[in-house]
């Protein structure tokens, strides 16, 4: 796996992720990510035994967490009770996490009040989140302007959707579209989709 922490900009790296993933296409489906960076995904109705054993239970308080192994081996851990739209996210987040340096043999939790000591790192995890589930340059190729639309194609809640459906409009105001070579990348990679999804 590439060395996404070296990118200290959450967007760049879930460029970076999409480009080396070779994703092509909404939405993205995170457990087939998780299998392209080498991250196990484990449920917590499945391991909750295990997590509590490894002295892990208080974690099972937040929507997921990651952490590393001594073999070396990262692991996302994450509530399979939260809605469809909720675990997609935390499962990102949680990638977020992984890519940008933030374990090492720390766990990170998400979805747990002031369980991080960083509020910069679960802020960037977010972003991290919210630019792989609803890259900006494909919403802007597709022609995605409302909420629904970005929900529709990204498989986001409304509630995520208003947020990008927000910043999407700020970008437009500044005419902000593949200004870096990275961005420039996801969207010739996501070009086929583009031209069969447009709105």
Same mark, same amino acid.
């Not at 190729?141 to 909420?147: E, L, Q, R």
């Given at each position: 796996m590439s060395s996404?922490? !070296?990118? *200290?900009?959450?967007?760049?790296a879930s460029w970076q992720c999409l480009i080396d993933c070779q994703i092509s296409s909404l939405p993205?489906?995170? %457990? &087939?990510?998780? %299998?392209?960076?080498?991250?196990?995904?484990? !449920?917590?109705?499945?391991?909750?035994e295990p997590i509590i054993e490894a002295g892990l239970g208080a974690y099972l308080a937040a929507d997921g967490f990651s952490l590393q192994a001594p073999s070396g081996q990262l692991m996302v851990f994450f509530n399979d009770r939260c809605s469809?739209?909720? *675990?997609?996210f935390t499962?990102?987040?949680e990638y977020g996490h992984i890519l940008l340096g933030h374990?090492? %043999?720390?766990v990170c939790p998400q979805g747990a009040l002031l369980s991080s000591a960083d509020p910069k790192k679960e802020r960037d995890a977010n972003v991290f989140a919210s630019r792989l589930l609803a890259p900006a340059c494909v919403?802007?190729?597709?022609?995605?302007?409302?909420?629904?639309?970005?929900a529709s194609l990204c498989d986001i809640s409304e509630d995520a959707a208003q947020v990008r459906a927000?910043?999407?409009?700020?970008?437009?105001?500044?005419?902000?579209?593949?200004?870096?070579?990275?961005?420039?990348?996801?969207?010739?990679?996501?070009?086929?989709?583009? &031209?069969? %999804?447009?709105?």
């Open positions: 996404y922490g !070296k990118y *200290t900009d959450a967007r760049d993205v489906q995170v %457990n &087939e990510l998780g %299998n392209r960076l080498g991250i196990r995904l484990y !449920k917590y109705t499945v391991n909750r469809h739209h909720r *675990t997609r499962v990102a987040h374990t090492g %043999n720390n919403l802007w190729g597709c022609g995605a302007k409302t909420a629904e639309e970005i927000q910043r999407m409009r700020l970008l437009r105001r500044r005419n902000a579209w593949l200004r870096s070579p990275l961005e420039r990348s996801v969207f010739t990679q996501f070009q086929p989709y583009i &031209e069969a %999804n447009k709105f």
